[in-house]
């Protein structure tokens, strides 16, 4: 039979033990969920408010002034939702040293600046990457079309198939 101080002791311990993990789960989901809203939301916030403003330019100012705050209010909702759940995910398959590492990485200014032409809808790399995209798009509609047979002409900016060349007869 244990004797209670021998318990107590054992429990204390335990208890060190949970609490020692929980804050190593709070500082892997605290430095996950600074990862996320340094990168994830912030291009989700960026790429949301440019699409907004272009929906709503077509509107009176009057109807954009009263669709813009429930759009926020949505928008702030959704983003807090993916902010908590990658968090969440983040933290649990990174320890705090590659989080740590990862942080260190979304900080440096050259990388930022990267992303930052990277999400620059008005610089060339945008320009090169969505002519790019389309063009596989077109070429993966295309295929799709030719194997349908349905006769469709393929879609703008991409050359109709051309027929492969008859086979040379055999010389005698």
Do not use: H
Not at 18 to 40: F, N, P, Q, Y
Not at 87 to 108: M, P, V, W
Not at 138 to 161: F, K, R
């Amino acid at each position: 039979m244990m004797r209670p101080l021998p318990r107590l002791v054992a429990g204390l311990a335990l208890g060190l033990v949970l609490a020692g993990a929980a804050r190593a789960d709070d500082e892997r989901l605290t430095l996950a969920r600074d990862i996320v809203t340094k990168t994830v939301a912030r291009n989700l916030t960026q790429a949301f408010k440019q699409a907004e403003e272009k929906t709503l330019a077509s509107l009176s100012a009057e109807q954009a002034g009263k669709m813009r705050p429930e759009l926020d209010k949505t928008f702030a909702q959704e983003r807090d939702t993916l902010v908590d759940g990658l968090s969440k995910e983040y933290a649990q398959k990174f320890d705090a040293a590659e989080l740590k590492r990862l942080a260190g990485i979304y900080d440096d200014p050259v990388y930022q600046k990267f992303q930052a032409l990277n999400a620059d809808p008005t610089s060339m790399v945008t320009t090169i990457t969505k002519d790019a995209v389309t063009r596989m798009m077109n070429l993966l509609s295309l295929a799709a079309m030719s194997q349908q047979g349905n006769g469709q002409t393929p879609p703008q900016g991409v050359p109709a198939p051309t027929p492969a060349p008859a086979p040379a007869p055999a010389k005698p």
